[in-house]
């Protein structure tokens, strides 16, 4: 299986940690995760530092040709 990551803005560097897009503290824990029909995984992030939130998106299936 591939494992690719959707990198959609705001980019994250690696899959365990994304930065906050406004004040850059580093997130630890998702506020919520979520499968889509897309094969992907959609994690909901709050900073705990200046309450942005935001959503990052990982590919866990190939592509469909
Ligand atoms: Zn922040």
Redesign the pocket.
Known sequence: MNAEIACQAPCVENVGRPH?P????VLHVAEQSAFNLNGGIRHDWV??????EFATSIRVLPLQA
């Open positions: 906050c406004r004040c850059g503290s900073c705990d530092d200046c309450g942005e």
